[in-house]
């Protein structure tokens, strides 16, 4: 996949181009949906697959005061876009300036114009724009002028519920890692570096990795069955996520215990994939009362983890 990072890059380099925008936080099943459909009208015409998104997400930009938590980072988001197999990615750049064009100047400067496109798809319930104002009306009104056709896709879903990075984002929130894999199509995962912390595990026999996690949305706290990726290695494991009640912590940390593991993990990257929630965050009377509650969570988590499949992303 080639990545487009500004509208200089782009002129005349996209030859008949079959489209799709959106801001594809998550990247889950009913964007891989569309994804698919792109590249597949792109064969039937010889042309090329092109999703266009921005960066950073319009939300940062038009209302910053909204607690407002992506799904994925942005490299993370590039990363699995790629892996959907399309030819071209385009991320412009979002900015109040940007976010004053009109629908219809975005669709002949930059789709029709830098892009050159033949063929627009897009969700059932789209609208672009200032205002929203690019709906399916305007776009097959300019695609009669400027040569291009639009395609709409039904809602797309498991039959019960709409695939949607709200719903998403919500049930992650809620600390329902297992309920989000049907519609991410993976299960939730986060990642950065391991950095130093208070090593209050392994004095206690529990050694964590405390992970600088690069992702704004984290489940809620709580204790977690995780599998740990590292360079071409994965581990089960019992991952705290939260403040740590028992040591009036001042911050949230993700930390994850490997079972059966001995090791020096500071300054490598690891990514934990939720695999199933535990318990809530306690806070304890004591060391003791701690301790006996991570051993019986590691008990718990060696159970729920001895039959789980983890679920990465794949082109269905």
Same mark, same amino acid.
């Given at each position: 996949?080639?990545?487009?990072?500004?509208?200089?890059?782009?002129?005349?380099?996209?030859?008949?181009?079959?489209?799709?925008? +959106?801001?594809?936080?998550?990247?889950?099943?009913?964007?891989?949906?569309?994804?698919?459909?792109?590249?597949?009208?792109?064969?039937?015409?010889?042309?090329?697959?092109?999703?266009?998104?921005?960066?950073?997400?319009?939300?940062?930009?038009?209302?910053?005061?909204?607690?407002?938590? #992506?799904?994925?980072?942005?490299? =993370?988001?590039?990363? #699995?876009?790629?892996?959907?197999?399309?030819?071209?990615?385009?991320t412009l750049p979002f900015t109040r300036e940007f976010a004053a064009i009109s629908a219809e100047r *975005?669709?002949?400067?930059?789709?029709?114009?830098?892009?050159?496109?033949?063929?627009?798809?897009?969700?059932?319930?789209?609208?672009?724009?200032?205002?929203?104002?690019?709906?399916?009306?305007?776009?097959?009104?300019?695609?009669?002028?400027? +040569?291009? !056709?639009?395609?709409?896709?039904?809602?797309?879903?498991?039959?019960?519920?709409?695939?949607?990075?709200? $719903?998403?984002?919500?049930?992650?929130?809620?600390?329902?890692?297992?309920?989000?894999?049907?519609?991410?199509?993976?299960?939730?995962?986060?990642?950065?570096?391991?950095?130093?912390?208070?090593?209050?595990?392994?004095?206690?026999?529990?050694?964590?990795?405390?992970?600088?996690? =690069?992702?704004?949305?984290?489940?809620?706290?709580?204790?977690?069955?995780?599998?740990?990726?590292?360079?071409?290695?994965?581990?089960?494991?019992?991952?705290?996520?939260?403040?740590?009640?028992?040591?009036?912590?001042?911050?949230? $940390? /993700?930390?994850?215990?490997?079972?059966?593991?001995? +090791? !020096?993990?500071?300054?490598?990257?690891?990514?934990?994939? *939720?695999?199933?929630?535990?318990?809530?965050?306690?806070?304890?009377?004591?060391?003791?009362? #701690?301790?006996?509650?991570?051993?019986?969570?590691?008990?718990?988590?060696?159970?729920?983890?001895?039959?789980? /499949?983890?679920?990465?992303?794949?082109?269905?």
């Amino acid at each position: 996949m080639i990545i487009y990072r500004n509208r200089k890059e782009l002129s005349g380099r996209i030859r008949d181009a079959v489209v799709t925008v +959106g801001n594809f936080d998550g990247v889950h099943r009913g964007h891989r949906e569309i994804f698919r459909r792109v590249r597949s009208v792109a064969a039937e015409l010889g042309g090329s697959s092109v999703v266009v998104t921005f960066v950073p997400h319009p939300l940062k930009v038009l209302a910053p005061e909204r607690d407002f938590r #992506l799904i994925t980072t942005y490299t =993370e988001k590039e990363r #699995l876009i790629g892996e959907s197999g399309v030819d071209y990615l385009v991320t412009l750049p979002f900015t109040r300036e940007f976010a004053a064009i009109s629908a219809e100047r *975005f669709v002949r400067e930059i789709l029709a114009g830098d892009i050159a496109m033949k063929r627009f798809i897009i969700g059932y319930d789209y609208a672009f724009g200032r205002n929203r104002e690019g709906d399916v009306h305007l776009l097959r009104r300019l695609g009669a002028e400027l +040569g291009f !056709d639009v395609d709409v896709l039904d809602q797309i879903g498991d039959g019960k519920t709409g695939f949607s990075s709200s $719903t998403i984002r919500e049930r992650i929130s809620q600390g329902d890692v297992r309920g989000v894999v049907p519609l991410l199509g993976r299960h939730f995962s986060v990642g950065g570096l391991v950095v130093h912390g208070f090593h209050r595990g392994r004095g206690i026999g529990f050694p964590t990795a405390n992970i600088q996690v =690069e992702e704004e949305l984290l489940p809620l706290p709580g204790v977690y069955a995780v599998r740990v990726e590292g360079d071409g290695w994965l581990r089960d494991g019992a991952c705290n996520v939260g403040d740590n009640p028992t040591f009036h912590a001042a911050k949230v $940390t /993700v930390e994850a215990h490997l079972l059966d593991f001995e +090791g !020096d993990l500071y300054g490598k990257r690891l990514r934990v994939h *939720f695999i199933d929630r535990i318990r809530d965050e306690e806070e304890f009377q004591d060391i003791r009362a #701690l301790t006996e509650a991570i051993r019986g969570d590691v008990a718990r988590c060696r159970d729920v983890l001895r039959d789980a /499949v983890l679920a990465f992303y794949h082109d269905e």
